[in-house]
């Protein structure tokens, strides 16, 4: 059963950072492309970061550029999200997802979701 773990959220002051991973269980990234998306209350889900499924590229919001790190871990099943510079819009459910499309900011281009951490930025 292919299933998405996310972790690493929590409460943090404006300006703190925090670094979320995504393992998956029973199974590994091989093949696929990681994304990171995030819904606050009220708004859509919206992307954040993606990395390739070799690693060699990544993309970013332009909301979270400079401030925000998308990364294979060292083994295949992990990918890790390093935010730095936190703003309170920030605050939001973070997503973990993974797929085989060419595409990767829309939330269709992925086929296995995460259930969601959430993150919280206190001003």
């Known amino acids: 059963q292919v299933q998405l773990v996310e972790s690493g959220g929590g409460l943090v002051q404006a300006g703190g950072s925090l670094r979320l991973s995504c393992a998956a269980s029973g199974w590994t990234f091989s093949g696929y492309a990681v994304g990171w998306f995030r819904q606050a209350p009220g708004k859509e889900r919206e992307f954040v970061a993606a990395i390739s499924w070799s690693g060699g590229r990544t993309y970013y919001a332009d909301s979270v550029k400079g401030r925000f790190t998308i990364s294979r871990g060292n083994a295949q099943n992990t990918v890790n999200l390093q935010m730095n510079s936190l703003k309170p819009e920030d605050t939001a459910v973070y997503y973990c997802?993974?797929?085989?499309?060419?595409?990767?900011?829309?939330?269709?281009?992925?086929?296995?979701w995460g259930q969601g951490t959430q993150v919280t930025v206190s001003s």
């Open positions: 997802a993974a797929g085989s499309s060419s595409g990767y900011r829309g939330t269709y281009e992925y086929d296995y």
